[in-house]
């Protein structure tokens, strides 16, 4: 049997290695804090803060991967590989496009798609080698919860009161580019957007954040903590901005997470939680008159709905575009509304503007982050973390089944928060196969057997 010697740790790579997670943590809150309205001012692309800072974080990481004493994990990993991969797509197409020429307006929206695209795989990359420990990824999953917390109360405030809360929370050196009411209506209701792009997006944010809120406040409950109250009014709050977003890619995707959830829970749990919901859906009737009926309306009424058969007509043009680029597409970003019309649907859009390889990639990427979830559920026996891996999975279920229904990559909010969940899956499942961290003996060395 061999014995390899590894070098003593550096004096502060326990610190180091929390560094990577304070700057996730940070970034979460940005995303889901910050108005998606809001770009930076003086910039010919209408770049966000949290590309920015996304585009910051991966240049940290990949000079986190040139040396060995920023605690920065290396060697493979199916996340990581597969955010490679769909990187690769993204040059690939953009390479193509610009070789054989675009409009000046197709040729700006891409290469602001292409640096969005970039700085959320470098958020995913970042999250797979810099959150060395299980407390780094649940920490950085709270940060998100109570973030979404926010952008729900938002949401609700403009639904119930018509109070636009983003209007005070324009900082210096920002400038709002949108055209568009970020309060909407649907029958008699508001729809609110939130901090959000849109109340599609804000309602798919709710769904997609809603498990990670019901896990912690479990937990809490079963540790007894003296404040488990806050994440079960987070769970409540996040709930509630799903109802009033109106959204059917919300409701899809929130049923799809609670059906991955109900498979995972006891029949306690699972009959604790149908009576929950039945009490809840009483209150939202009793308390928002009409709003239960509206939303069963949007799937009785789903035939006669004028914005589905508008989706429907938009899929015939868009065939013959994506036979003219079948492999690597058009060019990401370059499908403009106003110049080709809205196409709700992410894999269609994926498939006209990245082509099938970019298609399979981004495939994959969805598929990495559940299998590595499901992986960490296996390899282990400790109940709380096969809850969060099955929590993780219900979280990535939500865009996979929404992007069926809405054009997910074109919000930079939810987006960020996806690649930010699937690199979050890739370090629990490294973690978990090496937990080995930093050792607290400045002096000692670390022996592996093999």
């Not at 036979?323 to 058009?330: A, D, N, S, V």
Request: proline letters at 5%; hydrophobic letters at 50%; glycine letters at 8%.
């Amino acid at each position: 049997m061999a014995t390899t010697v590894l070098p003593p740790a550096p004096p502060d790579a326990e610190r180091r290695v929390k560094d990577a997670t304070v700057l996730l943590c940070v970034y979460a809150l940005m995303l889901c804090v910050l108005p998606a309205k809001l770009v930076l001012r003086g910039i010919p692309l209408d770049l966000a803060p949290t590309m920015l800072f996304g585009l910051g974080i991966g240049v940290i990481w990949f000079c986190a991967q040139q040396v060995d004493t920023l605690g920065a994990a290396k060697g493979r990993n199916i996340v990581r590989t597969a955010l490679f991969c769909y990187a690769v797509t993204q040059l690939l197409t953009y390479g193509a496009a610009t070789y054989s020429g675009l409009p000046a307006d197709e040729l700006k929206a891409t290469d602001r798609t292409l640096i969005t695209l970039v700085s959320v795989i470098a958020v995913g990359l970042a999250a797979v080698d810099g959150l060395r420990t299980r407390q780094g990824v649940e920490r950085v999953l709270r940060y998100m919860v109570v973030g979404a917390a926010f952008m729900s109360f938002v949401g609700i405030l403009q639904s119930r009161l018509g109070y636009d809360l983003t209007d005070l929370l324009t900082l210096p050196g920002l400038r709002s580019v949108s055209t568009e009411e970020t309060i909407l209506e649907r029958s008699m209701f508001r729809r609110p957007s939130g901090t959000a792009g849109h109340p599609i997006e804000y309602g798919v944010m709710c769904a997609f954040t809603v498990p990670l809120a019901l896990y912690f406040a479990f937990r809490a409950n079963r540790r007894k903590e003296p404040r488990q109250w806050v994440w079960w009014l987070c769970f409540v709050v996040i709930s509630g901005g799903i109802m009033f977003s109106l959204s059917r890619s919300a409701i899809l995707g929130a049923a799809v997470a609670g059906l991955v959830l109900f498979y995972s829970w006891s029949w306690r749990v699972r009959v604790r939680m149908a009576v929950a919901a039945g009490v809840f859906l009483v209150v939202m009737r009793i308390l928002v008159p009409g709003l239960v009926g509206t939303l069963i309306a949007l799937f009785s009424n789903f035939g006669q709905d004028n914005s589905i058969k508008g989706r429907l007509v938009d899929y015939a043009p868009t065939s013959l575009r994506i036979e003219r680029y079948p492999w690597l597409g058009h060019g990401v970003g370059t499908n403009l509304p106003l110049k080709y019309g809205w196409l709700d649907n992410q894999y269609l859009m994926t498939l006209l503007d990245n082509g099938i390889v970019g298609l399979v990639a981004l495939v994959a990427v969805f598929l990495s982050g559940v299998y590595a979830a499901l992986r960490v559920r296996s390899l282990t026996d400790d109940p709380e973390l096969r809850d969060l891996a099955m929590t993780l999975v219900a979280c990535l279920a939500v865009p996979t089944v929404a992007a069926i229904t809405f054009d997910m990559l074109a919000y930079a909010m939810i987006t960020g928060l996806v690649f930010l969940t699937v690199g979050a899956c890739g370090a629990l499942l490294r973690h978990q196969r090496d937990p080995a961290v930093p050792a607290r003996d400045e002096g000692s060395s670390v022996r592996i057997e093999t």
